[in-house]
């Protein structure tokens, strides 16, 4: 079983800048694509960002040269750098990390609060 726990979610004004860290506790962490959703009230959860292992990155069309996702796989940490952030920014962001080994394996974090306001 993985774990992972998020933080640096917060309140900022908009045009601000948030760091969103992920840790995870997988002996294989390298081996994951890393990904960030968001889910905002009402709506569905989205896939915002990911990294693959080989360290592609794809980004939703909203948050493309705002955000940043990246890694340290030697502190199996993945991020989510948010710059320009605006109100439609606002959701709960989760990580959630994938490993296909004998199948599709999946675990989600428990989530932070971003919240764009001024």
């Known amino acids: 079983q993985v774990q992972l726990v998020e933080s640096g979610g917060g309140l900022v004004q908009p045009g601000g800048s948030l760091r969103l860290s992920c840790v995870a506790s997988?002996?294989?962490?390298?081996?994951?694509?890393m990904n960030w959703f968001r889910q905002a009230p009402g709506k569905q959860r989205e896939l915002v960002a990911a990294l693959t292992s080989g360290g592609s990155t794809n980004y939703i069309d909203s948050v493309k040269g705002r955000f940043t996702i990246s890694r340290d796989n030697a502190k199996n940490t993945v991020y989510l750098q948010m710059n320009s952030l605006n109100a439609e920014d606002t959701a709960v962001y989760y990580c959630?990390?994938?490993?296909?080994?004998?199948?599709?394996?999946?675990?989600w974090g428990q989530g932070t609060q971003v919240t764009v306001s001024s």
């Open positions: 997988a002996r294989l962490f390298s081996m994951y694509t």
């Open positions: 959630n990390a994938r490993i296909q080994i004998g199948g599709l394996r999946e675990y």
